[in-house]
Structures are given as C-alpha cells and as structure tokens.
C-alpha cells in the first residue's frame, strides 16, 4: 500500500526519502507533531508551497452562527470551529539572496523523518543553488511533552564548497485572517470545484483573530489575539538563539500579523549556522491577553536555559516510559511493526497533554472535522489510554463531565430528562446542523457511559467514579428513562441513529438499544454500591443530583426490559425494526468511483437500502460481547460484512476484532492492515484533512482485543488468541488495577507476566473459560490447543427471508455522476441493476 522505496521501513522511525508536491497535504498530516494541546503540521519551514500551513490548539476555537435553508425548533444554532493560530514554523532560508523553496529547488538529497522515539520530527537537505553552491541544510521540530505549552525548531544550515551571504528569517504569520507576503491560499483554502465533502471544517470569511498587545524586544517577538466571536484569548511567543562561528547580524520587525526576527551571516565555507527557535502558545477562554503574554515569557525564560539537544533528551526520556507501557510488539512484521508505532504515537500526540480539553477526531493534525469531539475518542481512543495511560483517560473523562450542565440544557431542549451529550462539539454545545446524522445519535451518552465503566473496570478508580463519574452515569441513565417508552413488557427506543450514518431516524437501532441497557443497568448499579460502600459520597451525589430512591430501580427495570431486535426469519439480530423491509445495496457491483457514497448520493437514497457505511451490529456484539452467542454473532457478522462499505475509518476495527473472533481471521488481518494504513497510504482519499486519530488507537483495540482475544467483561480480564498465520508472537503491556502485565501470544502459548511494584500483587485472569493468576516475578504460561476457529474467505452477499415472507433484490442505484433522472426513464440500460443472490 505503500511506495517503500520512498518511505522505507524502519520499526521506529517514518522515513521520507524523496519530495514530492502530488501528495502535500497526506505529508503534512503524517510528519505532523504534537503533544495534546498543541499540534503542528509537517509543512516545510521555507513556509511558502504547502497544502495547510497549519498549527492547531486543542479548544481553541471561534464560533459563527449556522444558516439552516428551513430552520426549526431545537436545530443546532452555533458552530464551532477550530482556528489555525499563528504560525511559528517559519524559518526561511536564503544563500546569496536565493531562496530555498523546496518545490522548486535543485535537492540532491532528502530525508524527512519522525522519530518515534522523541517524537521529533526532522528533515535533512542538500540543495544545489543555481550557482553551484552546495547547502545543507538540516532542521528539527519538536513539541514537547514535558511542557505543553513548548515547541522547539532548529535550523542548521551550511555552505559546504563556498563563502556566502546566508540569512534565516524566522516568522510567525497569523494565516487565519490572511496571507504571507508570497501572496495565495494555501491549497486546503481554496475552492477547488470539488464536491462538498462534510468531513472538511468550514471556512469562516470574516476576520477570526483580532489583534491585541504585540511587540518585540531583542530575539523575543510577541504577537497576541482574540477570537471576534467565541471571545478566546491567545498570545504566542518566540525567543531566538544563534550559534555559528561566522559574522551575522540581527534585525527584527513586528506588526500585528507577522514578527519578523532575521539573522544575517557571512557564512564561510563549512562553518554552520544554527538557529533555535523558542516558541510558547497559551490559550483562555477569559483571561485578557496580556495575563497570556505573562505566560509565555515564563514559559521561555524557563526553556531557552536547555538546549534543543536537551529538549530531545528529556523528551526521550518521557517517551522511553509511554513504550515500556504502551509498546505492541508483532515478531517478524517490520512494516507493521512501523505502521503501529506510528499509530500509539499519534495516539499519545493526540491525548497526552489535552488536560482538561478532549481528544478531537484529528488530534491536533489538521482542520478536519473543525476539531470538533466525538464518540471516536470514547469507544476507539480511550480504551488504549485505559490499559496503558490511563491518567490521559481520566482526563478525557473529565472533559465530558465537566461538559454536564451544557449536556443537561440540550436534554431538555429535546424534551427529555437527564443529560443529551453533543454529538460533535468543542466547547460542549450541539454544533452538528445536520440533525439526523448528528443529534439523532444519542447513543453517544451510553458510549461516554461504557468509557467511564470500562476506565474504571481497568484502574479500579473508584474515587473518579465516586465523585464525577457517578455524574455522568445517572444524568445519561436519566436520558434512555424519558426517552423510552413501554410496548407490552417490553421498553424500546424510537427515533433515533445508530453508527451506521446511512440508515437515520429509526425505531429500536440494536446498537443503541443495547447500549442504552448497558448504561442503565451501570447507573442502577454504581449507586447502589456507592449507597453501601460509600455512604458519605453517597449522599453527596443525591443532594447534587436530586436522584430519587426509586430512580435505580427503574433503570435496572427499563434495562432489563429493553428490546433487542431479532428476526426468526432471517435468523439474524435487524439492525433496527424496519432494516430487513429495506433492499440490498449491491456493494460488489458499485463502481470504486462511486465511493464513499456519501459523496456521490444524496441521503435519501442511501436510507432506502440496506447498506452500512460502518460496522453498527457487529461492533455492538464487540463491546456487548457478553450478552451474544457465538453463534449469533457468526450470523450477524456473516450477514452485515458484505452490506458495509467501510466509508468510515471507524468501521474497520470492530471488523476486525470480530471477523477474529468469529474465525474468518485472514479477513480480520486484511481489516487491521486497513485500520493500520488508512492514512500512511491515504486510503480513503482525505488523510490530508488529519490524522483519524481513532482508527490510530483502534489499531490497538484490534492487536490487543482481536489477535490477542482481550476482554474485560463484568470486570474481569481474559483472552481468547487468534494469532494470525504468519505471526510467530504477538508481545504487548497492559495496566490493570495500578500492575503492569506483560502479555506474549505464541501458536501454541499464552504468556502473562506482573511486574514487580504494582498496586496489587496478583492479577486473575481467564483463558477461555479457565482461571489463572499472574504474580509478580513469575510467568504464567497457557498452552493453546488452537487459535480459534478458522474460517475461509470472506462472507458473500445473502438474501434472508424477512418475517413477512419475501425477500429483498440486491440493487445499484444510477449516480448522478453517470446519467440523470430523465437519461434513466429514456434508457432502459440506464436503470438500476438487479439481480438475483442465492441464499
């Protein structure tokens, strides 16, 4: 999938060998760094050609009023947006008055390449000048862990063969609000003339950042700003430092949008000029400007006193102690082994500092999906971040708490009790227009619900769960109750959305039902414990949340009554209670320039049919997995896997992990290698928007809960191996309970190790069905008679009979791409294609 001789294999490294402008924007999303709060793309430091010139702030965001052509009572009204604040990656370079501008440039050698190990991103140039000059230049970028708040850019830059005049101008250019003094938009800004696609941010036209206090003293240069509409304050500073043997000279320029610190160098041959950029970003969503400033003169005064060297070597450190816990490990896979080191990475560069702020869909990589939250971080992302960072969890968690009293507003605007959490937001409000797609996704309360259960099933944080946790489980609980309605003996759910975004509004959707039972019997049972084990918290809850002594039993009641959808017929579980009257979309005979549909159908034609654009059962019996048969969820995945499209990043996990789990295991390799490459090789066309931050750490979830069978269900921890063929070990940590554990998979083995100076001193698990222990010092070893049931190929499109008695016809609608509505009643040939499918 990929071009290996441009990006050549290196177990820790992404290793770029050769420019090229085709694909800007896919090297700018996957050279991109970042620490959680703020992200910087990959794009060259020259800061002219570029796709995005792009530097991102978790939360930092401006606000505009949505424009619905036909509004109506409760539609989202204001959208979010995340801003690209300034960029500080400029540091132009000039030999006797040329510029480097990497599109153009004579390049004799190349190499870019992010560090997995310090997270740095580094690149090395030797450019021919058209007067023959020989130049190296060698440049590192570096945000840094440690400090959120810190990115350190060096500049390196020699003249091997000859004297000659060399600048570095270091900038920093708000790009929000207009454009550098090359002139022209970056590529992402531009229209295009191609489709709309929904999964690209909008473009606000009116000025974003106004500027406030800005000047310049020696090597330090400030600019400041606040948002026009969402009134966020934000100030970045940047302080200069030089090294070199040569002659050179200062000089300096500020204005509202550019600073401007230029060094000049009479430059001999072979004697270096290094420039180390020092830059600091503070954001508030009140604090007046100038407290910021304060800030980052703090933050650098602190910082310039190390070395970039220095910067590296601690943040090696910080990243030694995230592998030894979070490092997957799959023997003789080289290419994978890169793939998933890339992926944890992004993982940790998407979460580990957001501190308060949540983990958006593309991190901080990119523009894509406005920076907006959500259900992705909760049901893809957290779990990783429980078994192996789990503080970074807690924190996530906390972000959805703390988001409670904008949630409990959005409830009772949909008339409903409890609390509606935002299907995409940043600072907690709806920001989705599109309501059937968006709002109508309420599962989301019970996927916030199963993160919470599932962070404290791994951690045993029964304080978090005792004093803001609770929180959330009782208001989304709260949520279902009023929500649902009673049917007979039976409680069922109407009008709402599953995963599955091409089938919207309907009644009784499997996954959230099943979720939502999830979520109330949780709620029922954490307030009971707490009312035993926990008197004074307790009580502490009840007076904050008003919670009424029947409450608990009502959920556990609606819990247990809720209607699951199974067909007798068609011997499946429906995806909802009108999915198997719909026809079958023919996904085998829908021309690959008709993908993802999304783009090439209006909604309405795709709600007709029975066609997936994610897995929405099949990942409901992944994280439900306890409450199915083996036999039912052959069934179901046997009949789901051929109607999914895949045109969401997400759906590949849950895929994965079941095609594993159910046996079709060289289909469940194929889904992992999707999820694994979806960026790396651009593999739904749109990984220049961002990293997918959730098909990264579902990559985990499909390692750890598919090849290796991991499940944590009613809290306790077991496996169940589906090693693929060609793998000869699978070796990996998981945190549980405060105890480190080492894992390794073997054919014919299961290996479970604790480490030494964990919380507890045992850890039981199961190996299907069987108990063991793993004690400190001492490995547990499993043998494995199989790896599973093993099933060939991949399923194929069937009819099954529906309740009534008939069967659907597998259909391809015309695309307007193609022909219109008009051309397909004059052609014959030109009507949708039916054909028979044997059952």
Not at 21 to 27: A, Q
Not at 256 to 276: C, L, Q, S, W
Not at 569 to 595: G, K, S, V, Y
């Amino acid at each position: 999938m990929i071009d290996r001789e441009r990006f050549p294999i290196d177990p820790w490294r992404l290793v770029e060998t050769r420019f090229d402008e085709d694909d800007l924007g896919v090297t700018e999303t996957i050279f991109a760094t970042g620490n959680g709060f703020l992200g910087m793309r990959a794009d060259h430091p020259e800061g002219r050609h570029a796709h995005e010139h792009g530097t991102f702030i978790n939360g930092f965001h401006e606000t505009w009023p949505i424009q619905h052509a036909e509004s109506a009572y409760g539609f989202a009204e204001v959208g979010q947006t995340i801003v690209n604040v300034p960029d500080a990656k400029i540091m132009r370079v000039y030999v006797d008055d040329e510029p480097m501008s990497i599109d153009i440039a004579e390049i004799s050698e190349y190499e870019r390449s992010l560090d997995f190990r310090d997270a740095s991103q580094n690149r090395r140039i030797r450019w021919v000048t058209p007067s023959g000059k020989e130049v190296l230049l060698e440049s590192s970028r570096l945000v840094s862990f440690l400090d959120r708040h810190l990115a350190v850019l060096q500049m390196k830059v020699t003249v091997l063969n000859a004297d000659a005049p060399v600048v570095i101008n270091c900038q920093i250019i708000n790009r929000q609000d207009g454009e550098d003094v090359y002139g022209g938009r970056p590529a992402a800004a531009r229209n295009t003339g191609e489709k709309t696609d929904p999964r690209k941010a909008e473009r606000i036209s009116e000025r974003v950042l106004v500027p406030q206090e800005y000047w310049q003293v020696g090597a330090r240069s400030t600019l400041s700003y606040r948002t026009s509409s969402s009134g966020m304050t934000l100030a970045v500073v940047a302080d200069h430092t030089i090294e070199t043997e040569n002659e050179y000279e200062s000089r300096g320029l500020i204005e509202p949008d550019i600073a401007k610190n230029v060094f000049r160098v009479e430059a001999k041959a072979g004697v270096p000029v290094t420039v180390t950029k020092y830059v600091s970003y503070h954001t508030s969503r009140g604090v007046p400007a100038a407290e910021l400033i304060d800030r980052g003169r703090r933050t650098l005064d602190r910082s310039t006193s190390a070395s970039a060297e220095e910067h590296r070597a601690r943040q090696r450190e910080w990243l030694d102690d995230f592998w030894d816990r979070s490092d997957v490990r799959i023997a003789g896979q080289d290419s994978l082994q890169q793939a998933t080191r890339w992926g944890l990475l992004q993982a940790a560069m998407a979460s580990a500092r957001a501190d308060g702020w949540g983990v958006p869909a593309k991190g901080m990589t990119g523009s894509g999906y406005s920076g907006h939250y959500f259900w992705d971080t909760d049901v893809y992302v957290l779990p990783f971040l429980d078994y192996t960072s789990p503080l970074w969890a807690r924190n996530a968690l906390r972000m959805r708490a703390g988001m409670l009293p904008a949630a409990r507003r959005r409830a009772a605007e949909m008339s409903e009790g409890g609390a509606l959490i935002p299907w995409r937001t940043i600072n907690g409000e709806e920001a989705s227009a599109y309501y059937a797609a968006g709002t109508a996704q309420y599962h989301i309360n019970a996927d916030v619900a199963y993160a919470l259960v599932k962070y404290v099933r791994a951690t045993n944080d029964v304080h978090f769960m005792a004093n803001e946790g609770v929180d959330l489980l009782v208001e989304t609980a709260r949520l279902w109750s009023t929500l649902g309605f009673w049917r007979d003996s039976s409680f069922h759910i109407h009008g709402v959305t599953g995963p599955d975004e091409y089938t919207t509004v309907v009644n009784d959707n499997l996954f959230t039902n099943v979720m939502a039972r999830f979520n109330l019997r949780a709620a029922a049972s954490v307030v009971r414990e707490l009312a035993e084990r926990a008197p004074a918290e307790y009580r502490a809850m009840v007076d904050r949340l008003k919670v009424l002594p029947d409450e608990p039993e009502r959920w556990e009641r609606q819990g247990h009554a809720m209607h699951i959808p199974y067909s007798e017929e068609a011997r499946i579980h429906p995806q909802d209670a009108q999915f198997l009257e719909r026809e079958l979309w023919d996904l085998e005979h829908t021309p690959e320039e008709h993908r993802p549909l999304l783009l090439h159908f209006h909604p309405l034609v795709i709600y007709r049919f029975q066609v997936l654009k994610q897995a929405d059962v099949v990942l409901a019996e992944f994280l439900q997995g306890n409450y199915f048969t083996d036999e039912e969820k052959l069934a179901d995945f046997e009949y789901y896997d051929p109607l999914t499209t895949g045109d969401s990043t997400l759906s590949a996990v849950a895929q994965a992990v079941m095609a594993a789990e159910v046996g079709y295991q060289d289909l469940a390799l194929e889904y992992f290698e999707h999820s694994l490459f979806v960026d790396l090789a651009d593999l739904h066309g749109n990984a220049s928007d961002g990293v997918h931050i959730a098909a990264a750490g579902g990559a985990w979830t499909a390692l750890v809960s598919g090849f290796a069978g991991m499940r944590d269900f009613g809290g306790v921890l077991s496996f169940d191996p589906r090693l693929p063929v060609e793998w000869p070990e699978l070796a990996f940590p998981l945190t549980w309970h405060g105890t480190r554990l080492d894992v390794t998979v073997h054919r014919d083995e299961i290996i479970v190790e604790a480490r030494a100076g964990g919380e507890v001193d045992e850890v039981p698990f199961r190996v299907r069905g069987t108990s063991f222990t793993a004690r400190a010092g001492e490995a547990t070893v499993v043998p494995l008679a199989d790896q599973g049931p093993v099933r060939a190929g991949r399923p194929v499109l069937r009819r099954r009979q529906r309740d009534d008695g008939s069967q659907p016809n597998a259909t391809v609608p015309p695309s307007t791409d193609v022909l219109s509505v008009i051309a397909s009643e004059i052609d014959p040939s030109a009507a949708p294609v039916r054909r028979d499918i044997d059952e």
